[in-house]
């Protein structure tokens, strides 16, 4: 069985990002052998981070940011769903994955969802850089999602040409972890 987390990037009460991460996690959640479970970060409620030592010195010790890094540490695979704000990822997203251990994305398939008015391609690329820094394997393709042509009535409707393209990354992802599985 592979764990496989949907980690949901924006913590604002009206987010886009809850109907994305769900339309990803339906897709992987089809894959035999595959326990899909979505992340939320705003579940967490998580202070901005403040400790002491940095996470690749030392587990982060505030309850909230211990409570994170465990949960993300218990998967095998990890898909992040990631707004674009100014050009980059959200500060919710950047801030939890601060409280992250290396080990939680080590050697583990990373698959990246982009959205925003310009597809969330700068969110991509800059959580590129962030998970190669950990360790963690990018898996190829990424999906990028437009809110000028994904949404309907103001409700999450992808377009048909996205139509397999979730199932290509997970595949990916899955196969990065399994081949790194010794690795971990
Ligand atoms: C603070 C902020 C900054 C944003 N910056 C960008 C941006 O740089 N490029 C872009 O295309 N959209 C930008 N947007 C639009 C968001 O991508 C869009 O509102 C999206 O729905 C945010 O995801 P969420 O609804 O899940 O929070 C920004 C939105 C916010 C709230």
């Known amino acids: 069985m592979t764990r496989l987390a949907v980690v949901l ?3 604002r009460p009206n987010r886009m990002g809850g109907a994305i991460a769900q339309w990803v996690a339906d897709q992987a959640a089809a894959f035999e052998g595959v326990e899909v479970e979505i992340v939320d970060i705003d579940a967490f409620s998580l202070p901005l981070f403040a400790e002491p ?6 587990a982060p010790a505030d ?3 211990a409570a994170f890094n465990e949960k993300i540490q218990s998967f095998d695979a990890v898909i992040f769903v990631a707004p674009e704000y100014n050009y ?12 992250l251990e290396p080990k939680a994305l080590a050697n583990k398939g990373v698959g990246l969802v982009g959205y925003s008015y310009s597809n969330g391609i700068r969110a991509v690329e800059h959580l590129k850089q962030i998970v190669t820094g950990f360790g963690g394997a990018v898996a190829s393709p990424q999906v990028y999602l437009s809110l000028n042509t994904d949404v309907a009535d103001g409700a999450f409707a992808p377009a048909a040409y996205h139509d397999g393209e979730v199932p290509a990354m997970v ?8 081949g790194l599985a010794s690795l971990r």
């Open 9 to 11: 990037g924006s913590v």
């Open 63 to 65: 309850p909230a940011g």
């Open 171 to 178: 595949q990916a992802v899955l196969a990065r972890s399994q």
């Open 53 to 58: 030592m940095a996470p690749m010195m030392a």
């Open 88 to 99: 980059s990822i959200p500060g919710s997203l950047k801030n939890a994955i601060d409280f």
